[in-house]
């Protein structure tokens, strides 16, 4: 048997743990040693070396994405589909189990999972139900109360209120909740885990089975595991197989959902013997991005602590570009995308991150001027979102009130007690009579055609459509958009809410605000309101489909989808104090310190390149507002930096098109020169672009050349070549 091609491609720790003979073990190294490679690769030694059959190995990742990354890897290793081996996330799993135990499990066959929207919804029926006022019980909290509780194993009878009335609710509604479930055969994310937990518990002999099945359980991203899944996987633990652990307590960025970083801790109080191997060679990024994340990490007080070197190239440095502003900013990360592109380099290795979702929409845009086809991960493109479609439906009903999918989209939204009945009414008049809903709706209401209840609802909705198109006649653009989301109620909808999500809602809200203030009438608008003009624009750009799977994109998602990826050129945007650390996070100790490990996660997802940019100011959520480079930037030693623009230079706001003036084919088209380009003049020397200003014969090119310093130079008559 010729096992070498396992561990040939490994270092001398990779394979140890690849070929450690049966046991515990847990790997615990930093990002880009080879984990997630050694995961595999001991899958596939485990079954050629240890003879155990595919269905005799669980392997549990993060993602789905990840799950079948692993799954076609292993394959590739074995040479062979591997049908019968269990790989996938722990929802993923338990949903399995549920589907094969379902009577065990006391749940109907056909039972339903339902999503985080769904089980929000059923909350607030929930709620109706037993006669509670949504403003004293916010369904968002209540929502996180009950899957936080299922998260720790805890059933509503489990929970001690100690008499005190509020708990004693919460507790009622959580029940309540649950019978409603169990009623309707309805299974939420946390209610997966949780029962699939209580299947085992209550069935030992079902238990039994899976502990002899699987001889091997093997669990990548370990540090973002929260109690339930850490109490199942010590279940599933017994003299019959063995577990093999891996993670980073350095990327537990899980916390404020619960992942527990101390799971870590108790792997190895309850795993007795189990064997702990570190591994410290980083493959993955350069000498100076590996650098410059260990420094940044190293400000961490509660670390495990872990080293980490390379022995590949340095690399260049991290460029830190600082714009003026989040357009500034945006143009300057797409140019640098367009030059890697120039030179041959796939966009589809290019990943830009951000902190928050509501940060994609200046680079969304700045993409699309550009022509560069990009693709979302782990979230929806910026006016496609729901509340976003909220807002535009009311701005289209201002608009143009005859618009019967706007009409449909708002009416009751927020919920103004316009019933499916009312709304079934309308449509079938509207249908005989051949009119949009809005006529339909002022004719019923003038002829006195609706109940007394749903009548005055309908009203009140009318009166607000036409309050907010008299107001609009007076108001700019952005104006308009904030009327509409504070008089809708929508506003408010969210912010009753509170929790993560509603802010994120909340947060695109007023971003839409700013989307209207920065747009510009293009010149085929000539003949609209701007209103109008930016709903086409609006409606364009959510119209334009996500570059398809096949086609080569440029990757933009959240820093926390970006764990366990990794890209040749990586662009992290918006550095800055307030943003990255979040404001919230920056007052309170624990949670600056998942910022930083965050900062660490999106740093390390760097193999070649590393590029950050801050904003000096930034229109986000509807205020200009001025922001200092973030402390994690502080963190980086000076060596591993080039700042790719010096402090002096001052660029107003284009006026004409945001993103013509300063993007690679305007002023640079002629010469192919591009921001950050080092280029050759014949007196000066060598030096680096740093700005350029104005177009065609007056364009205007800044260089720090090395010899002389900073210089403006005309570009025609500059004699600039590329170094
Ligand atoms: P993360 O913490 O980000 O999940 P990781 O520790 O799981 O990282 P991997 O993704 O397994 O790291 O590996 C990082 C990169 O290094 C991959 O491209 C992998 O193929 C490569 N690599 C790992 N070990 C070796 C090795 N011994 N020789 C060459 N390349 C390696
Ligand atoms: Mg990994």
Same mark, same amino acid.
Request: proline share 3%; charged share 25%.
């Given at each position: 048997?010729?096992?070498?091609?396992?561990?040939?491609?490994?270092?001398?720790?990779?394979r140890? /743990?690849?070929?450690?003979p049966? #046991?515990?073990?847990l790997?615990?190294a930093?990002a880009?040693?080879?984990?997630t490679?050694?995961l595999?690769?001991?899958?596939?030694?485990?079954m050629?070396?240890e003879g155990i059959?595919?269905?005799?190995?669980?392997?549990?990742t993060?993602t789905n994405?990840?799950?079948?990354?692993m799954?076609?890897?292993v394959?590739?290793?074995?040479?062979?589909s591997?049908? %019968?081996?269990w790989?996938?996330t722990f929802? !993923?799993?338990?949903?399995?189990?549920?589907?094969?135990?379902y009577?065990?499990a006391?749940?109907?066959?056909n039972f339903q999972?339902?999503?985080?929207?769904?089980?929000y919804? $059923?909350?607030?029926?929930?709620?109706k139900?037993?006669?509670?006022?949504?403003k004293?019980?916010a369904?968002k909290p209540? +929502?996180?109360?009950i899957?936080?509780n299922?998260?720790?194993?805890l059933r509503?009878?489990?929970?001690?209120?100690?008499?005190d009335?509020?708990q004693q609710?919460?507790?009622?509604?959580?029940?309540a =909740?649950?019978d409603?479930c169990?009623?309707s055969?309805?299974?939420?994310?946390?209610?997966?885990?949780?029962?699939?937990h209580? $299947?085992w518990?209550?069935?030992?002999?079902v238990?039994? @089975?899976y502990?002899?099945?699987?001889r091997?359980?093997?669990?990548?991203?370990?540090q973002?595991?929260?109690n339930?899944?850490?109490a199942?996987?010590?279940?599933l633990?017994?003299?019959n197989n063995?577990?093999?652990?891996?993670?980073?307590?350095?990327?537990?960025i899980?916390?404020w959902r619960?992942?527990?970083?101390?799971n870590i801790?108790h792997?190895?109080?309850?795993?007795?013997?189990? +064997?702990?191997?570190?591994?410290?060679?980083?493959?993955r990024?350069?000498?100076?991005?590996?650098?410059?994340a260990? /420094?940044?990490?190293?400000?961490?007080?509660?670390?495990l602590?872990?080293?980490l070197?390379t022995?590949?190239?340095?690399g260049?440095?991290?460029?830190?570009?600082a714009?003026f502003?989040?357009?500034?900013?945006?143009?300057?990360?797409?140019?640098?995308?367009r030059q890697w592109?120039?030179? %041959?380099g &796939?966009?589809?290795?290019?990943a830009?991150?951000y902190?928050?979702?509501?940060q994609s929409?200046v680079?969304?845009?700045?993409?699309l001027?550009? *022509?560069l086809? =990009?693709?979302i991960? %782990?979230?929806?493109r910026?006016f496609?979102?729901?509340?976003?479609k909220?807002?535009? #439906?009311?701005l289209?009903m201002?608009?143009?009130?005859?618009?019967?999918?706007?009409?449909?989209?708002?009416v009751?939204?927020p919920?103004?007690?316009?019933g499916?009945?009312?709304?079934?009414?309308i449509?079938?008049t509207a249908?005989v009579?051949?009119q949009?809903?809005w006529?339909?709706?002022?004719?019923m209401l003038q002829?006195?055609r609706?109940? !007394?209840? /749903?009548?005055?609802a309908?009203?009140?909705?009318?009166?607000?459509?036409?309050?907010?198109?008299?107001?609009?006649?007076?108001l700019a653009?952005?104006q308009?958009?904030?009327?509409v989301?504070? *008089?809708?109620g929508?506003? &408010?909808?969210y912010?009753a809410?509170? !929790?993560?999500?509603?802010?994120a809602?909340?947060e695109?809200l007023e971003e839409l605000?700013t989307?209207c203030k920065?747009f510009?009438m293009?010149?085929?608008?000539?003949?609209m309101?701007?209103?109008?003009?930016?709903?086409?624009?609006a409606?364009?750009?959510a119209g334009?489909?996500?570059a398809?799977?096949?086609?080569?994109?440029?990757?933009?998602?959240?820093m926390?989808?970006a764990?366990?990826?990794?890209?040749?050129?990586?662009?992290?945007? #918006?550095?800055?104090?307030?943003?990255?650390?979040?404001q919230?996070s920056a007052?309170?100790p624990?949670?600056l310190?998942e910022?930083?490990r $965050?900062?660490?996660?999106g740093?390390?997802?760097?193999m070649?390149?590393?590029?950050?940019?801050? &904003?000096?100011s930034?229109?986000l959520?509807?205020?200009e507002?001025? @922001?200092?480079p973030?402390?994690?930037?502080?963190?980086?030693?000076?060596?591993?930096?080039?700042e790719i623009?010096?402090r002096?230079?001052?660029?107003?706001?284009?006026?004409?098109?945001?993103?013509?003036?300063?993007?690679?084919?305007?002023?640079?088209?002629?010469? !192919?020169?591009?921001?950050?380009?080092?280029?050759?003049?014949?007196?000066f020397?060598e030096g680096?672009?740093l700005?350029?200003?104005?177009?065609?014969?007056?364009?205007?090119?800044?260089?720090?050349f090395?010899?002389?310093?900073?210089k403006w130079?005309?570009?025609?008559?500059a004699?600039?070549?590329?170094?």
């Open positions: 048997m010729d096992v070498s091609r396992l561990i040939d491609s490994l270092n001398e720790k990779q140890e /743990a690849v070929a450690a049966p #046991g515990d073990m790997v615990l930093g880009g040693s080879g984990k490679r050694v595999v690769h001991r899958m596939a030694w485990l050629e070396v059959s595919p269905f005799g190995i669980l392997a549990v993060f994405k990840a799950a079948r990354e799954r076609a890897r394959e590739k290793l074995m040479h062979s591997l049908q %019968g081996m790989i996938g929802h !993923g799993l338990a949903h399995r189990l549920l589907r094969t135990h009577e065990e006391r749940l109907p066959e999972i339902l999503d985080s929207d769904d089980q919804r $059923l909350i607030r029926r929930v709620l139900a037993l006669n509670l006022d949504e004293h019980w369904p209540i +929502q996180w109360y899957n936080g299922k998260d720790e194993g509503a009878q489990h929970i001690e209120t100690h008499g009335p509020a609710r919460m507790k009622e509604i959580y029940q =909740y649950q409603t169990d009623r055969g309805l299974v939420d994310f946390a209610e997966l885990l949780l029962r699939a209580e $299947l518990v209550n069935h030992p002999r238990l039994q @089975h502990q002899q099945r699987f091997a359980v093997l669990v990548d991203e370990f973002d595991t929260n339930i899944q850490y199942w996987l010590r279940l633990a017994s003299p063995n577990m093999m652990i891996v993670g980073d307590d350095d990327q537990s899980y916390g619960g992942a527990n970083v101390d801790q792997f190895l109080r309850d795993f007795d013997g189990a +064997q702990t191997i570190r591994l410290e060679q980083n493959y990024s350069t000498g100076k991005i590996l650098k410059a260990n /420094a940044v990490i190293e400000n961490n007080q509660s670390r602590g872990k080293e070197w022995d590949g190239v340095d260049e440095p991290i460029s830190l570009y714009g502003n989040d357009l500034d900013e945006a143009r300057f990360i797409v140019a640098q995308i592109h120039d030179k %041959g &796939a966009l589809s290795d290019c830009v991150l902190r928050n979702n509501a929409r680079l969304e845009e700045a993409m001027h550009e *022509g086809a =990009y693709r991960y %782990g979230g929806l910026f496609e979102r729901q509340e976003i909220d807002a535009l #439906g009311y289209r201002i608009n143009q009130s005859l618009d019967d999918a706007a009409f449909e989209r708002v009751n939204t919920s103004r007690g316009i499916e009945r009312t709304l079934e009414q449509r079938e249908k009579t051949e949009s809903l006529q339909t709706s002022l004719q002829e006195k609706l109940s !007394g209840r /749903a009548a005055n309908l009203q009140g909705f009318v009166d607000l459509i036409f309050r907010l198109q008299q107001d609009s006649l007076e653009l952005e308009q958009a904030e009327d989301i504070k *008089g809708s929508l506003y &408010a909808m912010q809410e509170k !929790g993560e999500k509603a802010q809602r909340i695109n605000v989307a920065q510009e293009p010149e085929e608008a000539e003949n309101t701007p209103l109008s003009a930016f709903l086409a624009h409606s364009l750009e334009e489909s996500q398809d799977s096949h086609q080569d994109a440029v990757q933009m998602m959240t926390h989808s764990k366990g990826l990794e890209f040749p050129l990586v662009l992290i945007g #918006g550095v800055e104090e307030g943003m990255f650390p979040s919230m007052e309170e624990g949670r310190e910022e930083r $965050l900062c660490y996660v740093m390390t997802r760097a070649e390149k590393l590029v950050i940019t801050y &904003a000096e930034r229109r959520y509807g205020q507002k001025y @922001h200092t973030s402390r994690f930037l502080r963190e980086i030693p000076t060596d591993c930096i080039e623009r010096l002096n230079t001052q660029v107003s706001r284009p006026v004409q098109n945001r993103f013509a003036p300063a993007t690679s084919h305007s002023a640079f088209d002629s010469t !192919g020169f591009s921001l950050g380009q080092r280029v050759v003049h014949p007196k020397g680096t672009v700005n350029y200003e104005g177009s065609g014969e007056h364009a205007r090119v800044q260089v720090n090395s010899e002389v310093g900073n130079l005309v570009l025609s008559y004699r600039l070549t590329p170094a």
